[in-house]
């Protein structure tokens, strides 16, 4: 059974910055894709960032280009995701996820699907004031 678990989250003005960290336990090499997702109120949950095993391999939605950084640190089962240049429309809960790469498609494009992904973590807030 894998778990996620986030941290990081709080409260920032806009133009600040924070680090998500995502700690996977019992987790399996067939889960080589993890993602970022968030959930604004009232709106649906949207992907942010995708990474897969292997260099090279990230996806990002267009809003967060250039802001936001996914990474992983195999070696930790760690998920980062740096976020700069915070903006109010960034405030929503963060989540990660996993899945096996293999369901998301040719080239992953099927990254933003969150059907497709079958662990998640609880969430995180993150608040972004102006």
């Known amino acids: 059974q894998v778990q996620l678990q986030e941290s990081g989250g709080g409260s920032v003005q806009a133009g600040g910055s924070l680090r998500l960290s995502c700690a996977a336990s019992?987790?399996?090499?067939?889960?080589?894709?993890m993602a970022w997702f968030r959930q604004a109120p009232g709106k649906e949950r949207e992907g942010v960032a995708h990474?897969?095993?292997?260099?090279?391999?990230?996806y990002y939605r267009d809003s967060v280009k250039g802001r936001f950084t996914i990474s992983r640190d195999n070696a930790k089962s760690t998920l980062y995701l740096q976020m700069n240049v915070l903006k109010p429309e960034d405030t929503a809960i963060y989540y990660c996820?996993?899945?096996?790469?293999?369901?998301?498609?040719?080239?992953?494009?099927?990254?933003?699907?969150?059907?497709?992904?079958?662990?998640w973590g609880q969430g995180t807030q993150v608040t972004v004031s102006s």
């Open positions: 990474i897969a095993t292997g260099p090279g391999s990230t």
């Open positions: 019992g987790y399996s090499a067939s889960r080589d894709c």
């Open positions: 996820a996993t899945t096996a790469c293999s369901r998301l498609g040719q080239f992953r494009l099927l990254w933003t699907d969150l059907f497709r992904y079958d662990y």
